[in-house]
């Protein structure tokens, strides 16, 4: 499955979510995505309440990279 965004690549170099939802917000708002848009995928990614789902919902919307 792609991503929703797959021209946006993100990269983290932290597993903590929320630095990784941050991340993809950042790279989102650059990419100049709507705020709606951009807020769905908060309330997605936050409303989840587990870290690897967290990280799944982080790629469904972008390429997303963990550097640890």
């Known amino acids: 499955m792609h991503p929703r965004y797959p ?9 903590n979510p929320c ?6 917000r950042l ?3 650059r990419a100049g995505v709507d705020r709606d848009e951009i807020r769905t995928f908060s309330n997605e990614a936050f409303g989840s309440g ?5 990280r799944e919902v982080c790629g469904r919307w972008t390429n997303v990279e963990t550097l640890d």
């Open 27 to 29: 790279a989102l708002r």
């Open 50 to 54: 587990d870290d690897d789902i967290v």
């Open 7 to 15: 021209e946006i690549h993100v990269t983290v170099h932290s597993r």
């Open 19 to 24: 630095a990784l939802i941050g991340a993809v």
